[in-house]
C-alpha cells in the first residue's frame, strides 16, 4: 500500500542555518504530495503541496520538488528561524487508492537555536 | 480560508464511559470526513473514512464498535468513543474534505484521558 517514509528527528540547528527535511513515498498510483507543521499546542496546518512531478510547492520560505523518478518531496529551507521549531509532516493523497484519504510520515521535530 | 472546528477540545472521562466527539465544516460542505488518532510524538494514524449518509469506512486495526462514526449531515460528523479504557487516551484529529475543491482541511485536535 501507499507509505510516506521520512527522516527521523529531531532535527537542532542554530537560527539562520539552511534545512532539509527528506521525504520520499510509494503509491501506487500518481498522488499529491504535502507538508504539514505543527507548532507546539495547535493543530495541523498545510504548509505546502505538489499535485504532480516536477512542481515545486512554495510557502513561508519553505519550499519542496515533486520527483517522480526519486519518488521524494524533500522540505526545504534557505534559513531558519527560532518560530520555525515545530513537527513536520511529509503526507501523500493517492486519488486511485482509498478515496483522497491522506497517509502521513512519522513527522521530523524540528529546533531552532536563537 | 475554510475552517474545521472540534469540540471539544479536550476531555477527561472514566474508564468504562462513552466520549463523543464532534467535527464541523464551517463554511463548506464535506461530503467526505477522516479521522486521525494521534498518540504523543508520533504521527496520524488514520482510523477511518466517514462518508455523509452511509456508514463509515474502517482502517484495519480499528475497532468499528468502539469507535462509533456518525456523518448525518454535510458539515457534520461525530466520533463516539465507547466504554472508554485509559489505552484510548489520545489526540483525536478530524479532516474534512471540501465536496466542490477536494482540498483537505484539519481541525485543531480533540485531547481525550481516561483516568
Known amino acids: 500500500g501507499d507509505s510516506v517514509t521520512q527522516m527521523e528527528g529531531p532535527v537542532t540547528l542554530s537560527e539562520e542555518a539552511f534545512l532539509t527535511i527528506n521525504c520520499t513515498y510509494t503509491?501506487?498510483?500518481?498522488?499529491?504530495l504535502f507538508w504539514y507543521v505543527q507548532y507546539p499546542g495547535e493543530g495541523l496546518q498545510l504548509l505546502l503541496k505538489?499535485?504532480?512531478?516536477?512542481d515545486k510547492g512554495s510557502n513561508k520560505g519553505f519550499e519542496a520538488t515533486y520527483r517522480k523518478e526519486t519518488t521524494s518531496f524533500h522540505l526545504e529551507k534557505g534559513s531558519v528561524q527560532v518560530s520555525d521549531s515545530a513537527v513536520y509532516f511529509c503526507?501523500?493523497?493517492?486519488?486511485?487508492?482509498?478515496?483522497?484519504?491522506?497517509?502521513f510520515g512519522a513527522g521530523t521535530r524540528l529546533f531552532v537555536k536563537a | 480560508g475554510a475552517v474545521v472546528s472540534q469540540h471539544p477540545s479536550w476531555v477527561i472521562c472514566k474508564s468504562g464511559t462513552s466520549v463523543k466527539i464532534e467535527c464541523r465544516s464551517l463554511?463548506?460542505?464535506?461530503?467526505?470526513m477522516f479521522w486521525y488518532r494521534q498518540f504523543p510524538k508520533q504521527s496520524l494514524m488514520l482510523m477511518a473514512t466517514?462518508?455523509?449518509?452511509?456508514?463509515?469506512?474502517?482502517e484495519q486495526g480499528v475497532e468499528k464498535d468502539k469507535f462509533l462514526i456518525n456523518h448525518a449531515s454535510l458539515t457534520l460528523s461525530t466520533l463516539t468513543v465507547t466504554s472508554a479504557h485509559p489505552e484510548d487516551s489520545s489526540f483525536y484529529i478530524c479532516?474534512?474534505?471540501?465536496?466542490?475543491?477536494?482540498?483537505?482541511?484539519f481541525g485543531p485536535g480533540t485531547r481525550l484521558t481516561v483516568t
Open positions: 505538489a499535485t504532480k512531478a516536477d
Open positions: 503509491a501506487t498510483g500518481y498522488p499529491s
Open positions: 463554511d463548506f460542505q464535506a461530503t467526505t
Open positions: 503526507a501523500l493523497s493517492d486519488p486511485n487508492t482509498g478515496g483522497f484519504k491522506t497517509i
Open positions: 479532516s474534512a474534505r471540501d465536496s466542490v475543491t477536494y482540498e483537505q482541511y
Open positions: 466517514s462518508n455523509e449518509g452511509s456508514k463509515a469506512t474502517y
